[in-house]
Nanobody
Framework: QVQLVESGGGSVQAGGSLRLSCQAS????????MGWYRQGPGKQRELVAD???????NYVASVQGRFTISRDNANNTVYLQMNMLRPDDTGVYYC????????????????WGQGTQVTVSS
């Protein structure tokens, strides 16, 4: 079984910073891409940023230059450093990982974290 555990959400004023962490644990053979999604009030869930196992990154245009995604492959952990936060960054942030569980051959599964709230006030 694979679990993703997130931490680091909270409330900040506009212009502030937060750092999110997400660690994958369990019976893991390999972790491929990892990423962060968010769902704002009344909005659909959207991809914020993702990072491949080789560290190639991808960002939604609205966070380019403000957010940085990184990963620690040895600990199956992904981070999201969020700077210059704006009120429209408010939402629940979810970690996602493409994982090959042990004993599943090369079949990859997508797993989600429980979500962490980020609130940015003006």
């Amino acid at each position: 079984q694979v679990q993703l555990v997130e931490s680091g959400g909270g409330s900040v004023q506009a212009g502030g910073s937060l750092r999110l962490s997400c660690q994958a644990s369990g019976t893991i053979f390999r972790v491929n891409a990892m990423g962060w999604y968010r769902q704002g009030p009344g909005k659909q869930r959207e991809l914020v940023a993702d990072i491949a196992s080789g560290s190639t990154t991808n960002y939604v245009a609205s966070v380019q230059g403000r957010f940085t995604i990184s990963r620690d492959n040895a600990n199956n952990t992904v981070y999201l450093q969020m700077n210059m936060l704006r009120p429209d960054d408010t939402g629940v942030y979810y970690c996602n990982a493409e994982v090959i569980p042990t004993g599943w051959g090369l079949t990859a599964m997508h797993y989600w974290g429980q979500g962490t709230q980020v609130t940015v006030s003006s």
